[in-house]
């Protein structure tokens, strides 16, 4: 779970966390990635949404100044820092995101749904990736 959490960016996919396995102690598949993703959601710690069938099922992570008293709580506190979730949300979403051919229309469906500010990608240098 923590591997989400702590993936670049603020959303994740499956094949997201699966291409930056090296961060975890092992790679997710999508069956794992989801389940792992519902548990962060029962923790309050973000939502995973189902887009348009096309997509693999994405995870929104909450902004870092909503996660300050949610990752201090008891079962949180193995899952990662603030201080590194906020670093990490900061970054750039990975390649597989950024670099992938529905990447537009992934971060354009999430925006426009209203589950992400545009900002988030914009002020990461990826605005060529909007349309």
Do not use: W
Request: glycine share 6%.
């Amino acid at each position: 779970m923590s591997g989400i959490l702590l993936l670049p960016g603020p959303i994740a996919t499956s094949i997201s966390v699966k291409q930056s396995s090296k961060l975890f102690l092992f790679a997710l598949n999508k069956s794992k990635f989801e389940t792992a993703s519902n548990k962060l959601e029962a923790l309050n710690l973000g939502k995973l949404v189902y887009l348009h069938g096309k997509f693999s099922p994405v995870f929104i992570k909450k902004l870092p100044s909503e996660m300050g008293p949610l990752l201090a709580r008891e079962e949180c506190q193995d899952l990662c820092s603030l201080e590194e979730y906020s670093g990490r949300f900061e970054m750039v979403p990975p390649k597989s995101i950024t670099n992938n051919p529905r990447c537009p229309e992934l971060i354009n469906t999430v925006i426009n749904m209203g589950l992400v500010a545009p900002e988030l990608f914009r002020e990461r240098d990826s605005a060529e990736y909007l349309h």
